[in-house]
């Protein structure tokens, strides 16, 4: 509890004293702005500190472990627990924000008395106030419990308990989120002190991206999370828990695409500005969706009134930004223009528009059932297929510009040159439509997904081809070849999901004992039932043997505390398909049946496998490229063909005739 | 572009427009009574679950909904017949498709609202920027050229 | 010409301090438009004291400004709404079914004997929709016990029970354990539950004499709730 409020306090302390400083320009005060960082962060592990010796020592006096904690949980899961209800997950999101809040002032260490970096302390200082403030309020991790003896607590929800993942999911989704609160309060400094043309942008390029990063596999590892251990055999339901996630990283993903255009041109700088505060706002509104309750959702494990703070705060923040926004916006935009829609300049807008599409078309199915209820009193549901009508065109068209994009010239392209680039890829595209349809694929969304993936990826291979082509190992990292690889890592993901999605079959039979079915061409032959006692579950396992090979056992199994049972699915993955069990019922008195679903899912592994790559590709963006040689070269000036620096390295831009 | 090209391109555009013509109008082979009610019940919401469809999931209710519409639809019935049948008694929030009519038909027309509004912001900011002229270079942006130029 | 493509990016050093004048800060993304037209002074986003310099509104026009009234309009609504809603765990017991005639309860009983709600027109039916282990239903069994005894005398009610996903001999000794004397229908496919929207036991809901369903009470129900409910309709004098 120390930590906390010494969180508290030092985040409050810094606020003042740099607000001072910003105001009466006293160099001094904001130098100060480290030590009150580094007091913060001090704060925040103090407290993580206690909150997991508390868990560990099964301290059940905590009325957090007394909820969450059992002497039952094995270690790994015991450790995660502190993030698998709200007040321990707060305070892993404080930990986090501190550490970055940190990682600001050291990075910046030798500019704090620059106004503009004062103020990007300063709106991290007051974020991590209120991340501490929720914690002595309404999220209190260390309320205190008397318990009778030989109390031994309940364990996480046994959904949290099944699968690693939930080891890893929430502190990567965490570091996306909290990430981008680097970007967003240089943002508002920006804004705040009108020095929009200044290099923070690049500098915190790479934690923006990095943030992104972590983002991208806090939601795949979420996915993977609901195949694996839900049990209903999707990986993706447009719950809005799982929304809430996803609407920071559509903005964040405009945001890191149309930040080159800024850079090139010098244009839409405002835009960019909004885009990073609205994708920060969508975090805050994201995390209000999950914790509140207001929605139904598989993900609501905790209810409480944190919500209206939480609400409270996004208000506060797309009020200032707003405000901010509209005091200063049109006086900060930058005079350019794009000279023709066919251009890489272009693309990048057609991008942003299709992103912010996307991206009010989930918030908009989100909330609706609310606006709905709210009007008119009547209850509309608005679900998966609503979903799914409206963002698989808009998907179709991002992986054409995906496809489109790279081989744009800048300013200005002509048919020529799109022709001779795209060939091999719209061959490759031709190819695959005509073979799947061959093949037997139905269905035009199926098949234009197939196709304009096989464009997309066919072009970011060639990119990729060329730049090894020119410049050996090195073609693979910097930012657009990492940026080639993250595009390969989305098309695996969009041909995964389309395979899927087209060629799932499910079938739910009763088995009885040593009874064979073929399902999807393969062998089910149900053998026995087994009940198994561990140590935090009573399980029901069902063992099944797939094509006269392995032992899988779904099961079903009892927690002590927790009064439904809970179903745990066993999946055979493959290369090509995964076979997904799930037992439905299980045998009853006078019977030896037991009902099975079985699910052939073709692709999944590549989904997975799809994130992997777009991981890896951001790093390899991240990857800190060559130094510039002179200073006044630009951005994206030409490398030079061998690896000694030329003579004369200002050159021609590319595209020029 | 050379000959070989212009005819590469057109068979690639061939292919492609004819495979998918065959993907979009080709006969389906009729869907088994199974994959019927799959479908509708895909697109009701089970009364009891936190956000799972009645295909999905395997409580009573979603389980007795699932033989109700099985009868439906060897009676012959549509699906949208069968839907407001089960909406008819479980409530209109069991339809995970959103009515088209109503207030609920919002949440359809705005997005394509949206959608007419950015493409009329792009085109008037692509108007606009054919009307500005160009900046032209002053005598000062070459003076720092040049300096520029001199200094590294 | 060969295919000249765009090349990996250069990044700034990153200590290099971030200067107010911009004539030696190669971390400037600066282009030709960063700056008003005709400018004559393109020294970066800052006059010498440090001030930051605004230019003019590029186009004339207050987009920025029209556009964050708009969006701030729209939040604060949104915001209201979010503000304003009860937890989804809270549901109002409504139901479709409220103002139409009850749909059809008819089927053969626990005993063997047969029951439909058609030929109780004219008194009121309650109709229970129960399992053997629910937890609730054991709760407002006694309930129900004592509602059926006192309106069975006067004749004016009469309770109807229904399983819904239980096992007709766990039906059967749950009545024998517990008492109950109202005949219960056996619904092995649940189908009467699904006709009357049941979500989860127990459920019940009652039904006026002319048949018109006028109430549901999802979760346990007392005999208080359902005497008071009929007295209600009976005599509407407040």
Redesign the interface.
């Known amino acids: 509890m120390a930590g906390v409020v010494l969180g508290v306090t030092a985040s409050a302390l810094g606020i003042v004293t740099l607000s001072v400083g910003l105001r009466q320009k006293r160099p001094q005060l904001l130098q100060t702005g480290w030590s009150y960082s580094l007091l913060v962060l001090l704060g925040a592990v103090v407290a993580v500190f206690a909150m997991q010796r508390a868990l560990i020592t099964r301290d059940f006096t905590v009325q957090f472990v007394h909820d969450n904690g059992s002497s039952r949980t094995p270690p790994l899961f015991n450790v995660a627990t502190m993030w698998s209800a709200l007040e321990g997950s707060i305070l892993l999101w404080a930990l986090i924000l501190a550490g970055f809040t940190v990682h600001v002032a050291h990075k910046f260490r030798r500019r704090l008395t620059d106004p503009l970096v004062g103020v990007a302390l300063l709106t991290m200082l007051v974020v991590c106030l209120f991340f501490f403030l929720l914690m002595l309020g309404p999220a209190n991790p260390f309320t205190t419990v008397a318990i009778p003896p030989g109390f031994d607590g309940p364990g996480p929800n046994p959904l949290l308990q099944e699968h690693i993942l939930m080891a890893v999911h929430p502190p990567m989704l965490y570091l996306g989120y909290v990430g981008f609160t680097v970007p967003f309060a240089f943002a508002i400094a920006a804004l705040a002190t009108g020095r929009l043309g200044e290099g923070w942008l690049l500098e915190t390029r790479r934690a923006t991206l990095l943030a992104w990063g972590f983002l991208t596999v806090g939601i795949i590892l979420g996915a993977w999370w609901s195949y694996e251990v839900l049990g209903w055999g999707g990986f993706w339901g447009w719950d809005p828990v799982e929304n809430a996630s996803l609407l920071p990283w559509l903005t964040g993903t405009a945001y890191l695409h149309s930040v080159m255009i800024q850079e090139r041109r010098g244009m839409l700088r405002v835009w960019n500005l909004s885009l990073l505060c609205a994708t920060f706002s969508l975090t805050i509104l994201g995390t209000f969706l999950t914790r509140s309750g207001v929605l139904d959702s598989v993900h609501a494990f905790s209810d409480s009134d944190i919500g209206i703070w939480l609400l409270s705060f996004f208000g506060l923040t797309v009020a200032v930004t707003l405000g901010l926004i509209g005091w200063r916006g049109d006086r900060l935009r930058s005079p350019g223009r794009v000279d023709s829609p066919v251009s890489r300049e272009g693309a990048f807008l057609a991008n942003n528009v299709l992103f912010a599409g996307f991206a009010f078309v989930v918030l908009l199915g989100t909330v609706f059932p609310l606006i709905a209820e709210a009007i008119n009193g009547r209850g509309v549901t608005v679900g998966p297929p609503y979903f799914n009508r409206m963002t698989v065109p808009i998907g179709l068209a991002l992986l054409f510009l995906m496809a489109v994009a790279p081989v744009l010239p800048w300013r200005k392209a002509s048919g020529e040159v799109l022709a001779q680039r795209l060939f091999w890829p719209a061959w490759a595209a031709a190819v695959t439509v005509a073979v799947t349809v061959a093949l037997g694929a139905r269905g035009l969304g199926t098949v234009l997904t197939f196709g304009l993936a096989a464009f997309a990826g066919g072009a970011a291979l060639r990119q990729v081809v060329l730049a090894t082509r020119r410049q050996g190992w090195r073609g693979f990292v910097g930012r657009t070849n990492g940026g080639m690889i993250v595009h390969l890592g989305v098309v695996l993901v969009a041909l995964a999901i389309a395979t899927n999605g087209h060629y799932l079959r499910e079938v739910e039979a009763r088995f009885e004992p040593g009874q064979t079915r073929t399902v999807g061409g393969h062998e089910i032959t149900y053998l026995r039932t087994d009940v198994v006692e561990e140590r935090n579950r009573t399980a029901t396992k069902v063992s099944v043997q797939i094509d006269g090979g392995d032992v899988y056992q779904p099961a079903l199994s009892q927690y002590p505390g927790f009064g439904s049972l809970i179903g745990t699915p066993s999946v055979r993955t493959g290369l090509r398909e995964d076979v997904y069990l799930t037992v439905t019922r299980l045998p009853e008195d006078g019977s030896t049946q037991v009902t099975l679903r079985v699910i052939i899912q073709p692709m999944v592994l590549w989904l997975w496998v799809g994130g992997g790559v777009m991981a890896f590709g951001t790093l390899l963006a991240a990857w800190p490229g060559r130094r510039r040689r002179v200073p006044t070269d630009p951005v994206s000036a030409p490398v030079p063909l061998d690896d000694v620096p030329a003579p004369n390295p200002i050159r021609e831009p590319v595209g020029t005739p | ?1 050379s000959r070989a ?1 212009r005819f ?2 057109f ?2 555009t061939a ?2 427009l ?3 013509a ?3 109008f ?1 006969d ?1 082979p009729p869907r088994t009574t199974e994959e019927q009610v ?1 479908a509708i019940a ?2 009701l ?1 089970c ?2 679950c ?4 009645v295909a ?6 979603s ?3 699932r ?2 519409i099985t ?1 439906m639809v060897e009676e012959g019935k549509s699906a949208s017949v069968i839907r407001a049948r ?14 088209a009519s109503g ?2 038909g ?3 027309i ?2 394509v609202v ?2 007419v509004l ?1 493409l009329v912001a ?1 085109s008037a ?2 108007a ?2 054919r009307r ?1 002229p160009d ?1 032209a ?2 005598g ?2 070459r003076a ?1 050229v040049e300096q ?2 001199r200094e ?1 | 010409m060969t295919d000249v493509e765009p090349t990996p990016d250069l990044p700034a050093d990153p200590n290099v301090p971030l200067a107010a004048d911009a004539t030696s800060d190669p971390s400037s993304s600066r282009e030709p438009g960063d700056d008003a037209p005709g400018d004559a002074a393109p020294r970066g986003d800052a006059t010498p004291d440090g001030e930051p310099r605004d230019e003019e509104p590029a186009g004339g026009r207050r987009l920025a400004l029209v556009a964050s009234v708009v969006i701030a309009v729209l939040v604060a609504l949104m915001v209201a709404v979010l503000a304003t809603r009860d937890p989804s765990t809270v549901r109002q017991s409504q139901s479709p079914l409220i103002g139409q005639l009850a749909p059809a309860t008819a089927g053969p009983t626990l005993d063997g004997d047969h029951v439909s709600i058609d030929d109780l027109r004219g008194r009121w039916v309650v109709v229970n929709f129960f399992a053997s282990w629910c937890v609730p239903c054991q709760t407002e069994h006694p309930q129900l016990v004592a509602f059926d005894a006192a309106h069975r005398a006067e004749g004016d009610a009469v309770l109807i029970g229904v399983t819904f996903d239980d096992k007709t001999e766990d039906a059967k000794a749950f009545f024998a354990k517990n008492g109950g004397e109202w005949p219960v229908i056996d619904d092995p496919e649940n189908s009467i539950g699904v006709a009357y929207g049941v979500a989860q036991v127990p459920e019940t809901f009652v039904v006026a004499p002319n048949g018109i369903v006028v109430q549901r009470f999802a979760g346990a129900v007392t005999r208080a709730e359902l005497d008071e409910l009929i007295a209600r309709y009976e005599d509407p004098t407040p």
């Open positions: 572009m090209r590469g391109w068979v690639i292919l492609v004819v495979s998918l065959r993907a979009t080709a389906e799959e895909s697109t919401k009364p009891v936190r956000s799972q469809s999905d999931s395997d409580v009573a209710a389980r007795a909904i033989i109700e009868k089960i909406a008819s008694t479980y409530g209109d929030q069991v339809q995970l498709i959103p009515p207030f609920a919002l949440v359809w705005l997005p949206a959608v950015a792009l900011a692509f606009r920027w500005t900046a270079a002053t000062d942006d720092l520029a130029l590294r």
